[in-house]
């Protein structure tokens, strides 16, 4: 809870002037008791009509006063809750889309949206309607003691006599409700990473009939989740009538104290009556309090969960007095990188360099590394040993933002967010014109899908690029790729679903457009890789062989085996199925 | 209004669905309805014993006191448990019924067409069975019932205070129509601001799903700011719309608590004056306190649960529309089953658009020979995936029709017929359990060394046994600890485990390397050998594998042959794989 304080900064006096605003309130409820108390025997029993018409007047002012405050109240302490309620939303969102990849890969989805969406909204909901109730009763709670023991010592000690056990029965409860609270929370988290994966691959649920088996493990989830929302609710249940209990068994000793008091004389009836009031004001707040307290449970619990995203170090970061990038020119040098995702490295001393204005091609079988050999280009993970540099700087010593502004990639497998095809290209470069837009797409074919498509560049896009065949998804984030003009582009197999007439045209266009620009081309297709000036061929995490194609053909290697498939092999295929 | 997108229910259908779902719980409900009924009754009794003793023992000692209190001590040492039961079984109702539409939800979902996926963000799905799902849970977990409990609390109220001096009654009720009408506007006001908010909080899941799934491309553009930028906006959206809340509820609420101070008000003056004049004992003026001093939480919460069944009616409207109003793809009418052995798949006049769009397959005609290998090829965006898809029936044909052996794909039980067609989507989709796990997803009872036949077939055995942990290894979600190439060979094994009699592979090996993608294509002859295939590809390399290929463009079948003939014709086909075949 003490990070929430950070985002009270500047508005400490509007919390200041709530403090007061809630103990106005306060003294306004019990206040109005007292008052009672002064019409009873001042006025009933003292036959002083005059007397009770004055206090009557009084205690109406007092509660239309209150009302006011309360009112103040209400409204000022909602405006510092979603003041922070907003700000721990936006950093745990910043902080999230700093975390490097290696979080999100394992983490589930549905796990870290249920942080930024239900636990912030648990936190939301105590503040903005909890709060309210906290304040007033945390301040009612001392202000009735005081008023019952200014009422009556006698009676007021007597009547605290039962909060020992009340509070010992609050921290029972305080206790039991946390550790469920929590358990609670991961129970829903589950339930939710269970829809959210189903609903994510429902295409391959429903393709293998696999509905029972998903049904089934939802079930078992779905029945654990509520069998905890139900032992909450049971402490819940356990608790409120207890306390209700408690303040009737006060009352009681109140009551039987106060019969003799009056009967000696030393009491008056109306501070008996009184007395009996303020007990319930006594009551009501540790009720309520407790009631807001289940709120508050959750949304400590929820802070746990959010905290733990917050306490993640994001593994990729700035290091201090890291420099921006000027303009690169384009000079990539991998040297001897090792990198392990786990324990076993997935590269082994990979080492290369490609001029300023290069194309090189990295083939090899799949699985062997070269997507890897992308990201570390990205700057996604950090190599574990050697280093990745971009004109002589070390990626660890840049600034990230400077360096990723200057780069492209299109990865294997493009995401699109919802919006149309033309906000999607405009990604990487928010301010490029409509006329820039159009002419990346055109020189990609972007263009001739659109003419095919409802509403032309501006057709809509839904979340993650659905309704668009996966070769028009690529197009699309090549034309990204293009518009944002890198120094540096990576091409991970990003024409892979793409006929080859229209890689040919991309070809031309990237030729065109990226003329001087450093590139990594990754593919498969012979006739892709060709463009390149030279080739790596990578095999389990290893440069095996380079050079340009006509050198690698004569080599007796790995690249020769790759491109034996096409050359020669093919007719005699034909040949033979023929 | 589509069939996959439904319009809300209204009020009154939403609540008879909802107290339909309350009757599966009736004894529950009923239960605790009795203790309320109970509960109100002890907390009446409670004050007029106090006022008993006050006039009786305390004021004038003409009995003991004792008694009267052992008998108050008695009574709440009972309502405790009243209220417990009271407490616990609501509550237990509204978990019960959370649940059951979260399973109802989740059963639909299941069962869903993928138009349905097409056109909901997943953001928004999810959002609907968890966050949408509170406001019913608290409607019905507690909003109904204790509800039901204030009525009832005013109405013993009302009934004891009438007997004990009916004017002075009377005078208390001085706050009653305001009380009313306060509650009753703040609900009116309240409810369609906070089903705002529940849309902005829907927006917010939105935005967050979308950045946390797209994290790679956000990152690598460095458009960081961007998406926080919106996330910010949609934030700052539920801000103000639960300011604007708080500001009706500043405007109501005080005075929900504060107004019954007119009753406590008008007790003291006129009730004091009784006092005063000999009409009313000191004790029944305590009464009269007492008793409203008890009513004035259930007034409060009466406009709470106004408001809360408002946004729980919306909520349900909502959900119930998706479950009654979205059809799941229909069974046939008179179920036909699949003839045994090797199926042809026939594709006869098929027309095919997507919800209102034009046409992606024009009146087609294909016909796969019973064991027959088939290569689909086209530019990209000719309709090869959406062709595909119709044998699984993730759509229907808008006009024409599928057959496999002969039976019209419609006429045969989904499940028989998804049992027959294995399926490879063009994006690979893994699930985060182990690899062995992800291998035997269509058929879970396959014998292990099937499986290791089936990955040698697919390559999976180049990498599978050296993964961390071999094949036990857990596969990340969207399989991301895989590589592109190695997801897609997990998802061919997987279709090959099935042993279903046709094969629908859709660009199964575009991220797979040229070597593997050979070695691959020799092993899969045998292994299809006998199955009825359907591969599309991109990928010269692939087509081998074919013993015909044909030419998809723009949704029409333009050429047919063996793949070593088009080569030759210089048609279509030669043109779609350009310098492949001058390198061939
Ligand atoms: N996020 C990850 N976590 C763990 N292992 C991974 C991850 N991504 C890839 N790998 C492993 O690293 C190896 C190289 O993968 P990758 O670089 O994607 O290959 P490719 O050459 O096909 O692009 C593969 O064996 C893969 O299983
Ligand atoms: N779910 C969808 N909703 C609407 N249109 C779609 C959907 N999926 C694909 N399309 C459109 O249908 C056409 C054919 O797509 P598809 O069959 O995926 O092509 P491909 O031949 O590349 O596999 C494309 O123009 C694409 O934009
Ligand atoms: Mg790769
Ligand atoms: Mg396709």
Known sequence: ?578 | MSFVDPSDLGLLPTFRRLLRLWRDQWRLGVFGLACSLAYTLISTAIPVLIQQAIDRSIVHHAQPLWPYLAIIAGLAALRAVVNFNRRYATARIGVRIEARMRELLYQAYLRYPRGFYDRHPTGQVLSRATNDLYPIRYFIGWGFVQGMQSLMMITAAAVVLTVVDARLALYTAVAMPPITVLALRFARRVAPISRQVQERKGDVTEAADEAVVGIEMVQTFGREDDVRGRFGEKAEGVRSTVLRQAGVESRHLPGLYYLPALSIAAVLFFGGRQVIGGHLSIGQFVLFETLLLQLVWPLEALGWITNLAQRALASAGRSFAWLEGIEALPEPARPRRLPAGRLDVRFERVSFAYGGEADVLHDLDLTIEPGEIVAVCGPTGAGKTSLLNLLPRFYDPTAGRVRLGGVDARDVPIAELRASVALVTQRPVLFSVPLRENLTAGREEADWDEVLAACRAAGVDSFGPSLPEGYETLIGERGVNLSGGQRQRVALARALVTGARVVVLDDPLSAVDTFTERQLVARLRPALAGRTVLVATQRLSTVWIADRAVVLLDGRIVESGRPAELVRAGGPFATLFGDEVVAA
């Not at chain 1, 589930?108 to 109730?133: E, F, H």
């Not at chain 1, 009340?166 to 550790?179: E, K, M, P, T």
Request: net charge neutral.
């Open chain 1, 1 to 578: 809870m003490r990070r929430l304080g950070r985002y009270l900064e500047g508005r400490k006096l509007t919390a200041a002037l709530m403090v007061l605003v809630g103990a106005g309130n306060a003294a306004a409820q019990t206040g109005g008791w007292l008052l009672v108390r002064n019409a009873i025997d001042k006025g009933i029993t003292a036959d002083n009509e005059h007397h009770l018409t004055i206090v009557v007047a009084i205690y109406l002012g007092v509660a239309a006063a209150g009302w006011f405050l309360q009112a103040m109240l209400i409204r000022g302490l909602a405006t510092i809750g979603q003041a922070i309620v907003i700000g721990l939303r936006r950093d745990l969102f910043d902080h999230l889309t700093g975390l490097s990849l290696r979080y999100f890969s394992q983490q589930k989805a549905g796990w870290i949206i249920a942080r930024l969406t239900s636990d912030v909204d648990a936190v939301s909901d105590v503040l903005s309607q909890g709060m309210p109730t906290l304040v007033s009763n945390v301040m009612l709670l001392p202000a009735a003691v005081t008023a019952l023991l200014i009422a009556d010592w006698r009676l007021g000690i007597v009547s605290l006599a039962v909060l020992p056990p009340a509070l010992a029965l609050s921290r029972w409860f305080q206790r039991v409700s946390h550790a469920a609270n929590v358990e609670q929370r991961n129970r829903i988290a589950a339930v939710t990473a269970q829809i959210a994966e189903s609903v994510a691959g429902m295409a391959v649920v429903q393709a293998f009939n696999r509905e029972r088996r998903f049904q089934a493990e939802f079930d078992a989830l779905n029945e654990a989740n509520r069998a905890q929302s139900t032992y909450v609710q049971k402490i819940f249940s356990v608790f409120f009538p207890s306390i209700e209990f408690l303040g009737v068994l006060a009352m009681v000793a109140v009551l039987y104290v106060g019969s003799h008091l009056y009967a000696q004389d030393t009491l008056t009836i109306g501070t008996l009556i009184t007395a009996i009031y303020l007990l319930q004001l006594v009551f009501q707040p540790l009720q309520e309090l407790s009631d807001v307290y289940g709120q508050l449970q959750s949304a400590g619990a929820a802070m746990v969960k959010i905290a733990s995203i917050l306490d993640e170090e994001p593994e990729i970061r700035d290091r201090p007095g890291a420099k921006p990038l000027p303009r690169l020119s384009g000079d990539l040098d991998i040297d001897s990188v090792v990198f392990a995702y786990g324990k076993d490295p997935v590269l082994h001393g990979v080492s290369f360099r490609v001029p300023p204005g290069g194309c090189f091609a990295l083939v090899g079988e799949s699985g062997h590394g070269k997507s890897t050999l992308a990201r570390l280009i990205g700057r996604h993970y950090d190599p574990d040993e050697g280093a990745v540099r971009v004109d002589h700087h070390d990626l660890r010593d840049v600034q990230l933002r400077s360096y990723r502004r200057q780069l492209g990639v299109v990865l294997q497998d493009p995401f699109l967010f919802s919006g149309t095809i033309a906000s999607n290209i405009r990604f990487a470069k928010p301010d490029a014109t409509d006329e820039e837009v159009q002419a990346a797409a055109a020189a990609v074919g972007v263009d001739r899908v659109a003419a095919r498509l409802s509403g032309g560049l501006e057709h809509e896009v839904r979340e993650g690029g659905a309704g668009l065949s996966s070769g028009e998804r690529q197009l699309i984030s090549i034309a990204r790729a293009l518009l944002a003009d890198p120094r540096i582009l990576v091409l991970d197999e990003a024409t892979s679903n793409i006929d080859r007439p229209t890689e040919v045209l991309i070809e031309r266009a990237l030729d065109r457009l990226l003329a001087g620009r450093t590139s990594i081309i990754i593919a498969h297709r012979l006739s892709t890789v060709r463009r390149a000036e030279k080739i790596l061929v990578v095999e389990h995490g290893r440069i095996v062989q380079r050079g340009a194609e006509r050198d690698l053909l004569s080599e007796d290697g790995v690249f020769r085996r790759l491109a034996h498939t096409l050359e020669g092999g093919d007719e005699t295929e034909f040949a033979a199925a023929g």
